[in-house]
């Protein structure tokens, strides 16, 4: 069987866990990382063989067999998927071989399962998504495009996470509940009930921090209120306190 050699978008943290999983798989090899810090020795040992920019650029000549974008921050991953998608280059799933993957479960391109993950019958996950180490995805879930369920998340069965959404580590989602696209739990919450579209929730039960907003700033940047930006204020509802309410 001939192994296929794999390029790995992004040398951070998450880009080490990728190698390390390329590595745990059958039938692929890291051939090294692709990074804004172009040269010399990457993680572990690996080359930085060029950016992203030198990637599209050189593609053929890279003599690779495809990548996966190695980001935990789903919005980046997801424009550096589109912009590899578009050019052609092939966006390879990677499943760690000791992940438990349903024969009647469907992975979508790009996408990572990780040590220890549990994928169950008749679930579905779309393109790059990251099912990260010891997650669980029970039987007929539904987990849309880009989306991140972070280390020891737990899916009952029939649950639908929309697209970039990100379950903290440890969040546990009971069977049938819908999480709307970009929403994201805190670590150790438990959902409940359903969630609308850009939601920041935590807590057992999880209760709303608050609404996720995206606007453009003076310069017609996009900016929000994601987790770790300065601006975190409620500018739906400026309800701000933490409240069951999600409805809008
Ligand atoms: C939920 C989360 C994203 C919020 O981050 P943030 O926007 O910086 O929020 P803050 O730390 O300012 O907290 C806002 C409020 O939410 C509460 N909160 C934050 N995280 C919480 C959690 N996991 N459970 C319960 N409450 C939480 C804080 O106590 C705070 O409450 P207060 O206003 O009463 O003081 C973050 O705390 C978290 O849980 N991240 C998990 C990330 C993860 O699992 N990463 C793994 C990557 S592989």
Redesign the pocket.
Known sequence: MSVLKIGIVGAGGHGRVILDLILESRGMEPAGFFDQRTGGEGPLGWPILGNETSLVENWPGLRLDGVVVAI?ENRTRRRIYEKLSAKGIPLVSVIHRRAQVSRFAQIGAGTVICAGAVVGPGAVIGDNCII?TGASVDHDCRVKNHAHL??GSVLAGTVTVGEEAML??GTVVIPGITIGNKT?T????VIIRDLPDNL?V??VPARL?RHLEEEEDDQGKKTNNQ??SEK?TDNRTGLGE?TNNWSG
């Not at 805190?186 to 919450?189: D, K, L, P, Y």
């Open positions: 935990g990260n972070c280390p903290g580590t994201i805190g670590a150790g919450s920041l935590a807590g921090i987790p770790g975190k933490k």
